[in-house]
């Protein structure tokens, strides 16, 4: 376990994409760690993950993370979620990783956009950054939109905004309307 103390989840999150590595699950690292790759650094005390895998992928991945002494809790949505399920793990320090089990309107093709981020000598596969503001933007929280508005913002790269517009799309006419939003002048 790469995770020693509290404030670890980071850490944490290697030792579970070692997991879904071995699994052949694909990830895209979301959430607070996304957001310091996209511009917005903000505090977290836990990491996430969205995983392209079914229920029972979901549960052996459960299982093996409970051999190396992980806690676990599997959660699964009912039909209006927008999570069909939800991977929660602890480690002893009170560390933790919420791997989401999909998200309904999710573009397939995020996990191929992925990006790698190099760290403690593992390449994380990052959420995209059109993928990562259409899920702020379906998200609309005060918080997203701010994360959202950085991402926008950064420098590097043009954004492929026929992409963005694409993959926000398929979140529903609320997502696309907050984009189109942001987007303007």
Do not use: W
Request: charged residues 25%.
């Amino acid at each position: 376990m790469k995770a020693r103390g509290p404030g670890e989840s980071a850490l944490m999150l290697l030792d579970v994409v070692a997991v879904l590595t071995k699994a052949g699950i694909a990830y895209a690292v979301i959430g607070a760690m996304a957001a310091a790759v996209h511009g917005a650094i903000r505090a977290t005390t836990d990491a996430d993950a969205l995983v392209s895998s079914t229920l029972g992928e979901l549960r052996a991945v459960e299982r093996a993370l409970r051999k190396a002494r992980l806690s676990t809790e599997l959660r699964k949505g009912d039909e209006d979620d927008p999570i069909p399920a939800l991977l929660a793990v602890a480690d002893r320090h009170g560390n933790r990783v919420d791997l989401l089990g999909g998200l309904r309107g999710v573009d397939p093709g995020l996990y191929a956009r992925a990006i790698e981020v190099p760290f403690r000598g593992t390449a994380l596969r990052v959420v995209g950054r059109e993928d990562f503001i259409a899920m702020k933007c379906f998200a609309g929280g005060p918080q997203d939109l701010a994360d959202a508005r950085q991402a926008l913002q950064l420098p590097g790269p043009p954004l492929d905004l026929d992409l963005l517009r694409r993959v926000t799309r398929r979140f529903g006419r609320a997502a696309a309307d907050v984009l189109e939003d942001l987007l303007a002048p």
